[in-house]
């Protein structure tokens, strides 16, 4: 860890081609100059870092020897002023409730209400621009499964994020 104690993000991880699928999108879509990561699938967007090492072993009980959890993109999220692929897993929503639990009480609003998993493909684009790609993703969007190979936490310092552990499914 480098400079000072910072939130910490939880996301799962994709397989190669799901990621490389959805990073192109990304890519595609988002405003080049606001795209500094690559596409993820968020569980905690700001943990205290007086959290950083239960999260760790959390993480690593939730995919030591255990089955990777089944997840499907199930369609599309207006954001509003972006665009998302919402992701459906059961799993997930299992995994994310027994954190929820644990840090209960140390959990930012956002954190502690309702689930929303998704993958955002833009962001930050007007409306009518936003409108125009939901209708364009719409016409050709079929179901499809995703590869979730882990669970991963992450420092945010305010730019890139900085990888805190990365735990992978068997």
Same mark, same amino acid.
């Given at each position: 860890?480098?400079?000072a104690?910072?939130?910490?993000?939880?996301?799962?991880?994709?397989?190669?081609?799901d990621q490389a699928?959805?990073?192109?999108l990304?890519?595609?879509h988002?405003?080049?100059?606001?795209?500094?990561?690559?596409?993820?699938?968020t569980?905690f967007?700001?943990?205290?870092?007086?959290?950083?090492?239960?999260?760790?072993?959390?993480?690593?009980?939730e995919?030591r020897?255990?089955?990777?959890?089944?997840?499907t993109?199930?369609g599309?999220?207006? &954001?509003?002023?972006?665009? !998302?692929? @919402?992701?459906?897993?059961p799993?997930? *929503?299992?995994?994310?409730?027994?954190? /929820?639990? %644990?840090?209960?009480?140390? &959990?930012?609003l956002q954190d !502690?209400? @309702?689930?929303?998993?998704?993958?955002? *493909?833009?962001?930050?684009v007007?409306? /009518?621009l %936003?409108?125009?790609?939901?209708a364009?993703?719409?016409?050709?969007?079929?179901?499809?499964?995703v590869?979730?190979?882990?669970?991963?936490?992450?420092?945010?310092?305010?730019g890139?994020?900085e990888?805190?552990?990365?735990?992978?499914?068997?």
């Open positions: 860890m480098s400079g104690p910072a939130p910490l993000i939880v996301t799962a991880l994709f397989g190669k081609a699928w959805f990073d192109s990304r890519r595609t988002f405003p080049p100059e606001r795209n500094q990561l690559d596409a993820h699938l569980l967007h700001n943990l205290p870092p007086s959290v950083a090492e239960e999260l760790k072993h959390r993480l690593a009980q995919t020897g255990v089955r990777a959890p089944r997840a993109v199930g599309l999220m207006s &954001l509003g002023r972006g665009v !998302a692929y @919402r992701i459906d897993s799993d997930l *929503v299992v995994i994310r409730e027994g954190l /929820v639990q %644990a840090f209960a009480g140390l &959990l930012t !502690a209400g @309702r689930w929303r998993p998704h993958v955002t *493909v833009q962001n930050k007007t409306p /009518v %936003a409108k125009a790609l939901m364009a993703l719409s016409r050709d969007f079929q179901p499809r499964s590869e979730i190979t882990g669970l991963a936490s992450w420092w945010y310092r305010g890139p994020w990888l805190h552990s990365r735990n992978m499914y068997a």
